[in-house]
């Protein structure tokens, strides 16, 4: 049996294991706003307490193997778990035009984290490349934390510089529902990682009951629903999952999520050449979100060996997106980024999987 990690457990669980429960606090600043990697480096506690954690808990759940820094700065990381399974990472970086005070302009790295929930997927995609090594086992708080910190470490990202989490590598995080929320409660303290719950958002394939358990919960987590198609047909055909929770029942589950004031759900749309590119989808999207604060995000798919997809062209992309836009629905396009190191789910770490045989 592997050790629990120090990172599967909220402050209030920590102080509940160790004497006194104050110093839960002080081993939360260590952790997670001074970057300790050993026990033994906190030295604000005694001696026998950085002896007996030593002993019951590891400090990181996850080692890293491998990382490749694309063209445009974003760094795909995999790293292994205890039992030897792998998972992969993601941290976008992006820059923030923003004002000061004094009138000058100054640009702010923002830095999205991608990270995995699970190892491998059940959902089963037929675009998804995480889908085709099967499912091997859900990620525990701690190894899920662990993504963010062990990336927030290898990149001196100040403790306290805004980062954004975004579910969207590994795996079906409601499908590890516990863990993702007690993750997400382990993530937002203050004298942890503080990612408040407003910078993190759980994409789904729409498993709609547990779209409305989340909205029950009330966490104040950002919602995206990996939609890619508008009706249940096509939906079905790239989604098996679709025939358990289909599009109306995800939509009825949506409508009940709580959405903050300054928020939006967002719709991904992984838009396919061919298949699901034609404005006639556009307009079926139109309807579909009619009364939902939206906004929907169109995804080129990025092709790898031996798929049947292809990408679609950048004129129907804009052609899709400015139908839109011009009915009042706001639409980003995603650049697939980091796409010289094939930063779409699982291609590192079927790649990695490839390479071994
Ligand atoms: N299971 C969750 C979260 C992980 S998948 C979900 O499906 O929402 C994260 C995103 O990666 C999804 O929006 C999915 O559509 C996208 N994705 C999967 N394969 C892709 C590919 N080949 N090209 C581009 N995006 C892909
Ligand atoms: Fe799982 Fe998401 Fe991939 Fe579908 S797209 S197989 S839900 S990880």
Redesign the pocket.
Known sequence: MHRPSILDFTREELSRQVKPPFRAKQVYNWVYTKYADDFSEMANLPRVLREELAERFVLCPLKMLTKQVSADGSIKYLFELQDGHTVEVVLLLMREAQYHADGTLKHHPRFTICISSQVG?K?G?A????AKGGFMRDLTPGEIVGQVLAIKKDNAIPPHHRVNLV???????LDNFDNVVHASRIFSDPDGLSISPHRQTI???GLSTKILKLGQLDLGVNL?I?L?AVDDELRERLMPINKAYNIESIIEAVKQFPVNARKRVMF?Y?VIKDLNDDLGAAKKLIKLLSGIKAKVNL??????GG?EFKRPEEKDMIAFQEYLIQRGLLCTIRE?RGLDISA????LREQNRMNQG
């Open positions: 997927c959902v995609c675009f998804c490349l995480t579910y969207m590598g590994m795996g079906e995080p994409s789904t394939s995206a990996s890619h991904e992984l995804i080129y798919f990025n092709p790898y798929t697939s779409a789910c699982g291609q």
